[in-house]
């Protein structure tokens, strides 16, 4: 090994799940440490050309997210367009665009979120790739880096696997969840007749997407398919998984070739050419919506919306469905085979199927993100690991923050 360092907390992936653990953390008093393999924060929200920061409200008008996922929308348009819907109060059964949510320029909230960070005083590690873990017994001691100074042995007394695909929890033998992905792709373009309104991020600046949907439906034509080497087959079987390293290059490969086939139909429509309509940014991480996550104590599953669970730490709303909110338990972030040192936050905690895509988005992400760093925190303090954490003082330190945890706190 060419170095090795100590901090208290170990956060694993800037994406927006680590960005808000590490704030906590840090906000706690802990020495912290976050670990990027680009070198650009926010993850899937910024790097991966996400740019719907979704609802923090129930679409009735009760705000169901509090603490770190509000301080972050409003980061999100700090330096750039987007507008969070002044009327979102006055929901009744509201359309996404309706509520507490917004629209951002991906470049303008990373600047936003560097800002924030840093200002934290967290140890920011960019360009710096977490390939292995160390274990001792039944902890989790270490993680093995590598970056331009060699690669070397971060120790922490305790890890937060912010990765989006459990990369340091499946190194140190977690068992994980995974999932099947279909093929689709979110880019950035140039095109001479957007306006400014809606869904675009400025004028001439859109967001285009392209491929199949979850139903595995297509808008390309046969011709389309058979130009960018694919079949209908492949797009309705969604066989992607993001934890095989070939099947991660085959995924984005296809999912450009189906961009270029978005241009070429574009151009062969005779409406643009190649000045007027053309890509201006290509996300730089896979669009994966699920890779791996967590086999948690609790597994958060379908049709578990309105569930009382005693060791809530937070509400989420489902961004699809309107009054649809979830409690978060506690257990969903740290692996039910109880391996010491270890959280999980955002796309890595124990969720399944419908359950998934309510955990996935990024205000969930941010709130489990707050939610682990504030348990890293409590947890070194109380010198237990986190799952013998006492939940009823993670809950008041957490309703000290600002956070409802059960439906009954909002009105529900
Ligand atoms: C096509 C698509 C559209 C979406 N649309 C929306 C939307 O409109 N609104 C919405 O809210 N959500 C949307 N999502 C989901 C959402 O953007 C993400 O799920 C969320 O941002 C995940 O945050 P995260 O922090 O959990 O993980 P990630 O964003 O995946 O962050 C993980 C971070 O860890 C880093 N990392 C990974 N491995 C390592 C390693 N070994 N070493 C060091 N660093 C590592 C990565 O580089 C990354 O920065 C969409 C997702 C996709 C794919």
């Known amino acids: 090994m060419d170095f090795e360092v100590n901090y208290d907390v170990a956060v694993i992936g800037g994406g927006i799940a ?8 840090a906000r706690s008093g802990k020495k912290t440490v976050l670990v990027e393999k680009t070198i650009l924060l926010g993850g899937l929200a910024t790097s991966g050309l996400v740019y719907i920061y979704l609802p923090l409200c129930d679409g009735n008008g009760h705000q169901v997210t509090f603490g770190i996922c509000e301080e972050l929308i409003r980061k999100s348009i700090q330096y750039g367009p987007g507008d969070i819907p002044e009327t979102w109060k006055q929901g009744k059964n509201a359309r996404e665009e309706e509520r507490f949510r917004c629209i951002f320029s991906p470049a303008a909230f990373m600047l936003a979120l560097d800002e924030v960070v840093q200002n934290a005083g967290i140890d920011i590690w960019f360009d710096t790739l977490v390939c292995d873990a160390v274990v001792e017994g039944t902890r989790l001691t270490g993680a093995v880096v590598e970056n331009e100074s060699g690669r070397g042995i971060l120790h922490a007394k305790r890890f937060v696997d912010a990765s989006g695909s459990s990369i340091l ?45 979850a139903n595995g ?18 797009l309705r079987s969604a066989p992607y998984r993001g934890i095989s390293g070939r099947k991660v290059s085959e995924f984005v490969l296809h999912t450009r070739n189906c961009l270029r086939e978005h241009f070429l139909t574009a151009y062969e429509s005779g409406k643009y050419d190649r000045k007027s309509n053309y890509a201006l940014k290509l996300p730089v991480m896979p669009q994966f919506r699920k890779i791996s996550c967590i086999q948690g104590e609790y597994v958060l599953r379908d049709n578990e919306h309105a569930t ?15 009054g649809f909110v979830w409690e978060v338990p506690y257990r969903t972030l740290y692996p039910a085979n109880r391996l010491g040192g270890l959280l999980a936050a955002g796309r890595c905690s124990a969720a399944a199927g419908d359950a998934w895509e309510v955990t996935r988005v990024i205000p969930s992400a941010a709130m489990t993100g707050q939610v682990a760093g504030l348990a890293a925190a409590l ?25 409802p945890l059960h439906l009954a706190d909002v009105g529900l």
């Open 379 to 403: 947890s070194i303090d109380e010198r237990v690991e986190p799952p013998d954490l006492n939940v009823a003082h993670l809950q008041k330190e957490l309703r000290g923050l600002g956070f």
């Open 308 to 322: 009382f669970f005693e060791d809530s730490v937070g509400l989420l709303a489902d961004w699809r469905k309107p």
């Open 217 to 234: 439906e297509t808008s390309m034509s046969d011709r389309e398919l058979q130009r960018a080497g694919l079949t209908r087959e492949q």
């Open 18 to 25: 680590g960005v808000a653990a590490a704030l906590q953390a």
């Open 169 to 213: 929890a499946r190194r140190a033998g977690v068992p994980c969840l995974e999932a099947d992905n279909y093929l689709s792709i979110w880019a950035i373009e140039y095109r001479k007749d957007a306006n400014a309104e809606g869904q675009n991020l400025g004028k001439n600046v859109a967001v285009c997407a392209c491929g199949a949907w």
